[in-house]
């Protein structure tokens, strides 16, 4: 990744409106900044959250709270607990998120 022409800058996560979007069941809540053609997102899953999807877009995902559960399409599975993180290229390996009690994520894509 090549990161330019983005200048200094800081980001109160708390004064951006979430935007909702509902899974298979759950809602993840998203606090969304895009610079160029990166986005950055603070994301909060509620508490029983499925994807509604298999997501084959690339993402660096930080564990910041709670407890994720990641499933590879492939059946691999993976728990993600605070100071966790994953990274996967677009494309590369299809995979869906779960919460049983909820998570916040700091994501990069």
């Not at 109160?12 to 759950?26: L, R, V």
């Not at 895009?34 to 959250?49: I, P, T």
């Not at 993402?59 to 709270?65: F, G, R």
Request: with cysteine; aromatic share 10%.
């Amino acid at each position: 990744m090549n990161i330019r022409d983005i200048p200094f800058g800081t980001t109160d996560w708390n004064a951006i409106e979430p935007t909702a979007h509902a899974g298979e069941s759950g809602t993840a809540y998203w606090r969304t900044q895009q610079f160029g053609d990166l986005r950055v997102r603070m994301v909060e899953y509620s508490a029983g959250y499925l994807a509604d999807h298999w997501c084959s877009k690339g993402h660096i995902l930080l564990c910041l709270d709670g407890e994720l559960h990641t499933e590879l399409e492939d059946g691999r599975h993976f728990v993600m607990t605070p100071g966790m993180s994953y990274q996967v290229a677009d494309q590369a390996e299809a995979h869906r998120s779960s919460t049983a009690t909820g998570a916040r994520l700091f994501i990069v894509d």
